[in-house]
């Protein structure tokens, strides 16, 4: 059975590693920023809520929350990104989305002998016994650009661009300062982590890093 934990920053390249991982492993993947996004793409689409009800609202919308709908183009935008962020604290919401994760965990390893989950505490609180363990983080610049060109959008002006990205840069770190300093299931790496910088390499160079650990420490047991 292989278990693959990969957590890390925002447009690190955790959640392309993740996938080229489960394709080369023929094992499922969950991304888990998937689910805080869609609990929060849901509080978004709910105008009449107020902040006082968000707490019960999320955990509402979390227990019917299921695997199939996370594929939405709505789940990817900053609002939604920030909206996740700041439901992410909540202990009683991350119970209900910990034990969705762990029932996906036991299903995959079932069925296909393994699974690869991306997120922030998959390492340290959903899989603390994964067979492998990643924390992949880049600088905030490098972060910031390829955000923008996920966007695909054509700029006019370049003073233009530069404003997004100053944008994207500024909401960036108010989020990785949240997931870093809240009490409940912080972004941390595990201490058994290969920490990994993606700043100045590209997406197939991180998957030969990571499958070199893997299929070395494979071998050697
Ligand atoms: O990975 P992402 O950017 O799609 O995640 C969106 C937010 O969800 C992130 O800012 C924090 C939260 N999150 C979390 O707290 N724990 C996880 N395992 C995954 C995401």
Known sequence: MIEIAIDGTSASGKGTLAKKLSEKYSIPHLDTGLMYRKVASEILKDKGNN???????SCKIARTLNFENLQNKELRTEDTAKIASEIAVFPSLREILNL????????????????VLDGRDIGTKILPNASFKFFIDASIEIRAKRRLLEKNITFLHE???????????????ERDNIDKSRPEAPMVAAKDAYIIDTTAINADELLSIATNIIEGNLTKN
Do not use: A
């Open 51 to 57: 902040l006082k009800n968000i707490l019960e609202l």
């Open 100 to 115: 969705k994760q762990l029932e996906f965990v036991n299903k995959s390893n079932e069925q296909f002998g393994g699974c």
């Open 159 to 173: 003073n233009d661009e530069k404003c997004m990205l100053q944008n994207l840069i500024k909401n960036m770190v």
